[in-house]
């Protein structure tokens, strides 16, 4: 099983963003995709896609960000708009099935001054 992020970068505060994460390996239309960003100590989830088409965000990104899938295409994409300096740091892919999940390796998103 393969997740590989892109999309990340440096943006200046109120713009935006779009990551993308591919999953190979996996029957991808029965996963959960899940975006998840690096805070300190911890990995917080920021959005999720369910198998049956459920969307769900965090409070802190509500109205700023977008998740959607390809199942077509084995991806999953987060949109990223009105960017906030606190949303800087590494964002990571996972998906999930019961008892199976798989983590990409995080990608960086900067927010620049």
């Known amino acids: 099983v393969q997740v590989v992020e892109s999309g990340g970068g440096l943006v200046q505060p109120g713009g935006s963003l779009r990551l993308s994460c591919a999953v190979s390996?996996?029957?991808?239309?029965?996963?959960?995709l899940d975006w998840y960003r690096q805070v300190p100590g911890k990995r917080e989830l920021v959005a999720s896609s369910?198998?049956?088409?459920?969307?769900n965000l965090a409070d802190p990104v509500k109205g700023r960000y977008t998740i959607w899938r390809d199942n077509a295409k084995n991806t999953v994409h987060l949109q990223m708009d009105k960017i906030q300096h606190e949303d800087a740091t590494v964002y990571f892919c996972?998906?999930?099935?019961?008892?199976?999940?798989?983590w990409g390796q995080g990608i960086q998103v900067t927010v620049t001054s």
């Open positions: 390996g996996i029957t991808f239309r029965m996963y959960t």
């Open positions: 996972r998906a999930r099935s019961g008892d199976l999940e798989y």
């Open positions: 369910g198998s049956k088409g459920d969307t």
